[in-house]
């Protein structure tokens, strides 16, 4: 089987149930493992680069006002590629390449290769989608074997914030404007031990203004726009904390956001574990401070 992945998300997942040999395409960000690195690229974006994130959000707004595509899908290569499956999304025009453009493009190329539409909203589905690569591709048993791994770890975090005090985590995944979180994202902050604060699960992330981020009156506040890994959530995290725009004295946390928060692959579990590391230092702190 030949595949092409068109999100960063799915990408990771096939090397990771064994099927990393059968991707030939991916896409500009398709940086985990590193060998993915290695696959030709089919879809690049057409944001220009160096923005900030006031900017990417008007470009991003404009831009889907126009209807214009947000990515550039690269026909001859995928035509070159001669796939058998081409994994893509339906769940966020702003993320990846969508089915639709997709589905026009191998219409138009008279190409017969499947397509696998993979949009999970919630921490059940991302687990879903998992299983659902692994018998598409031939890898169910790895797959199934993944998934196993994967809720054993949310298991044990999950027992053992139970009965324990919940900081209240305000957890954003844009910062110009602030964005409060969605998707899977909410219960992954649940699991963790905090209690997630204008966020809900299974929806979309929502803009939300810094007067209703300090009425929520958040304990923790965690830094991860979606796109950004860490030394770039840690650079708009200090730009947040010049600005005073969040609510005096409460911690701020950056972390890698397209590792383990905003891409629903294999590493929303070390999101979770790095999150009830901070959720347990938070509560070492207020029983100091009490």
Not at 87 to 104: E, H, I, M, R, Y
């Amino acid at each position: 089987m030949r595949i092409v992945s068109l999100l960063p998300s799915t990408t990771e997942i096939l090397f990771a149930i064994g099927a990393g040999d059968d991707v030939v395409g991916v896409t500009f960000e398709c940086d985990f493992p590193a060998e993915a690195r290695t696959r030709r690229i089919v879809s690049t974006s057409a944001m220009p680069e160096g923005l900030s994130p006031a900017e990417i959000d008007e470009f991003v707004g404009a831009a889907m006002a126009r209807g214009d595509d947000l990515y550039h899908l690269d026909e001859g290569a995928l035509s070159a590629l001669d796939a058998d499956l081409v994994v893509t999304q339906d769940l966020c025009a702003v993320c990846a390449v969508d089915v639709s453009v997709v589905d026009d493009a191998l219409a138009h190329l008279g190409c017969t290769a499947e397509v696998l539409t993979i949009d999970p909203h919630t921490l059940g589905e991302v687990l879903d989608s998992i299983l659902t690569l692994g018998r598409t591709t031939g890898h169910a048993a790895e797959a199934e074997r993944l998934v196993a791994d994967q809720r054993a770890r949310l298991d044990v975090m999950s027992r053992a914030a139970t009965g324990r005090p919940r900081p209240r985590v305000m957890f954003l995944e844009w910062t110009d404007p602030a964005f409060a979180p969605g998707h899977w994202i909410p219960e992954m902050i649940e699991i963790a031990g905090g209690e997630p604060v204008l966020g809900t699960p299974g929806e979309k992330s929502r803009r939300v203004t810094w007067e209703q981020v300090h009425a929520a009156d958040p304990e923790v506040v965690v830094v991860a726009p979606c796109g950004f890994d860490r030394d770039g959530s840690q650079r708009l995290a200090d730009e947040l904390v010049a600005r005073a725009v969040l609510p005096y004295g409460v911690p701020v946390h950056a972390v890698d956001a397209n590792a383990s928060w905003a891409r629903p692959g294999t590493r929303l579990p070390d999101g979770v574990e790095e999150l009830a590391g901070i959720l347990r230092l938070t509560r070492s702190r207020d029983q100091s401070s009490a």
